[in-house]
C-alpha cells in the first residue's frame, strides 16, 4: 500500500463503482455487446428454455462435464479448424487469465524454452514462472515487435539448448496479435517465416493470443490470424471471450493431444468449477451475434468510429506540447492489409493523473496508467473504441481533453507568472 502511494499510483478501495453516466470511451467491450438490446433479448429467450441454467456444480473432471461445455467447444472447433488448421480441437476454460496460465504452465516441459514478446500480458508471465522453464533459467523475452531481436533470441536459444536444435525439445514461441497498452500489433508473418527458417519444424510451438483481436476481423469475427491467412501456421491460439464478445471466458484451439494434456493436467482448470450453464447459453448468442450480419455490421460500424476519432484527435492535437497530451504511435506492420485499424488509443500525458481527475466528475470511466504500469514517458490514459459510440460522442470527449489542455496552460502560466512576480519582490527588497 505504502509502495503504491509512494508511487501516486491510488488504492482504491473499489467501494464506489466506476463512473458510467459519459459514453463508454474504455473498456474492452469493443462491438458493444454487452449493452446490445438484441443480444440480450435472445439470451434471455433461450435461457429461458434450457433445463439448467445456475452452476455446473463440479469441475469438468468430476460431475461438471455437461453438453453445454462440450457442445460449446464443438461449435468453437468447427469454427476455427479450417483446412490445415493444426489449433483445431477446444478448451473452454473461466477466464483468459485461467486459460494463459494453464498453458504456460502446464506444456511446456523442462527440455524446452519459451521465446516471448517482453510486453505480454501477465496471464502468460505467471504460467511462464509456473513451468519447469523458470527454474531450468529458459524463459527468453525479445523486444517488443522487434523481429531482428526475436531472431538474434532465437539464434541464441538454439546455440544454448542443442537438444531443441536437433529435434529433441521444443522452442515456444509466444506472442500476442494486439498489445492492448500500447494499441500497435505484432509483425505476426515476419515472427513466422522467421520460425520457419530458424528452428527445426518438429521443434516449433507458435502460441498467439487474439485476446484483443477475436471477433473485430476476419471472416465472420474469426479474428486476425484468419485475416492474415495465417491460421494453419500457428500451433495454438487463445481466444478471450470477455473482449470483442463481451460475455468472459475463453477457449484454447490446440492439437487434440495438447487438449487432453491441459485438461488432465493444467490446475486451473482442474480445479475449479465448470462455468455456469448460463454462461455458456450467452458465449452461443454472442457466437450467433458475431458471426451473423449483425456482427458484420458493428466490425464496420468499429472500424469507421476509429478511423474518425483518429482523424479529430490528430486535428485537435496538432498544436498541444506533447508531453501535456499527445497520440503514441501505433505501428501496424506494413504487410497487414488495409482494412486492419487499431480501436486503442493510448493518450501520453506528463499529468495522468490530473487528466483522471478532470474526466471522472463529467462521468468517465477513465483510470490513469502511471508509472511504473508503463516505462516513463508513457505515461497517460487509454481510449477505446466500441461499436456503439457516436462521431457526436467523439466530438464532445475531444472538446473536453482540449479543454483540460487550455485549464492546464492557464494554471502553468499563472505559476510561471507568481513564480516571476517573487522573484522581481526578492530583487527589489535585496535593493532596499
Ligand atoms: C492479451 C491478454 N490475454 C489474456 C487476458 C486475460 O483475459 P481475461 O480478462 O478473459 O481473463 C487479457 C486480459 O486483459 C489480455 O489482455
Redesign the pocket.
Known amino acids: 500500500m505504502e509502495k503504491r502511494r509512494s508511487l501516486s499510483i491510488g488504492c482504491p478501495d473499489f467501494r464506489e463503482p466506476m463512473p458510467t453516466t459519459a459514453p463508454d470511451l474504455f473498456s474492452?467491450d469493443y462491438l458493444s455487446i454487452t449493452t446490445n438490446p438484441h443480444a440480450r433479448q435472445a439470451f434471455l429467450e433461450k435461457v429461458s428454455q434450457l433445463p439448467f441454467v445456475f452452476g455446473a456444480a463440479g469441475s469438468r473432471l468430476l460431475t461438471g462435464n455437461n453438453n453445454s461445455h462440450t457442445d460449446f467447444e464443438t461449435r468453437m472447433s468447427d469454427f476455427f479448424g479450417g483446412p490445415g488448421c493444426r489449433a483445431s480441437t477446444a478448451v473452454l476454460f473461466n477466464?483468459?487469465?485461467?486459460?494463459?496460465l494453464s498453458f504456460w504452465s502446464t506444456i511446456p516441459q523442462k527440455s524446452d524454452a519459451v521465446v516471448f514478446d517482453e510486453l505480454?500480458?501477465n496471464?502468460?508471465r505467471d504460467g511462464m514462472v509456473a513451468s519447469p522453464l523458470k527454474a531450468a533459467g529458459a524463459l527468453y523475452p525479445f523486444k517488443h515487435n522487434s523481429v531482428a531481436s526475436f531472431r538474434e533470441r532465437v539464434q541464441n536459444v538454439l546455440e544454448t539448448h542443442p537438444n531443441i536444435a536437433s529435434g529433441e525439445g521444443m522452442l515456444f514461441v509466444a506472442v500476442?496479435t494486439l498489445?492492448?497498452m500500447e494499441g500497435d500489433y505484432a509483425p505476426l508473418l515476419q515472427i513466422f517465416d522467421a520460425v520457419d527458417e530458424l528452428i527445426p519444424k518438429s521443434s516449433a510451438h507458435i502460441m498467439v493470443?487474439e485476446?484483443?483481436t477475436s471477433s473485430l476481423f476476419g471472416p465472420e469475427g474469426r479474428g486476425l490470424l484468419y485475416a492474415l491467412g495465417l491460421q494453419a501456421r500457428v500451433h495454438s491460439v487463445?481466444h478471450?471471450?470477455?473482449?470483442g464478445w463481451g460475455v468472459?471466458?475463453?477457449t484454447i484451439l490446440t492439437s487434440a493431444a495438447i487438449r487432453k494434456y491441459l485438461m488432465l493436467h493444467a490446475r486451473p482448470f482442474i480445479y475449479t468449477t465448470a462455468p455456469p450453464h448460463a454462461h455458456v447459453c450467452s458465449l452461443h448468442i454472442a457466437f450467433d451475434y458475431l458471426t451473423g450480419p449483425e456482427g458484420s455490421e458493428l466490425r464496420d460500424r468499429l472500424r469507421s468510429l476509429s478511423r474518425y476519432f483518429e482523424g479529430v484527435l490528430q486535428t485537435a492535437l496538432r498544436h498541444v506540447p506533447p508531453d501535456l497530451l499527445s497520440l503514441s504511435e501505433r505501428k501496424i506492420p506494413e504487410d497487414y492489409p488495409s482494412e486492419i485499424f487499431s480501436p486503442i488509443f493510448p493518450l501520453t500525458s506528463r499529468s495522468p493523473k490530473l487528466l483522471e481527475e478532470f474526466l471522472r466528475p463529467l462521468g468517465y470511466a477513465v483510470t490513469a496508467i502511471p508509472y511504473p504500469t508503463v516505462p516513463r514517458g508513457k505515461e497517460g490514459i487509454r481510449v477505446v473504441m466500441h461499436a456503439g459510440n457516436t462521431e457526436e460522442e467523439l466530438d464532445e470527449f475531444v472538446t473536453r481533453l482540449l479543454q483540460w489542455v487550455t485549464m492546464m496552460q492557464a494554471l502553468e502560466e499563472h505559476r510561471k507568472e507568481n513564480g516571476e512576480m517573487i522573484a522581481w519582490q526578492s530583487q527589489e527588497r535585496a535593493k532596499l
Open positions: 474492452n477466464s483468459g487469465y485461467d486459460a494463459n505480454v500480458h496471464s502468460i500476442e498489445y492492448s493470443d485476446a484483443h487463445l478471450t471471450h470477455s473482449k468472459g471466458g475463453a
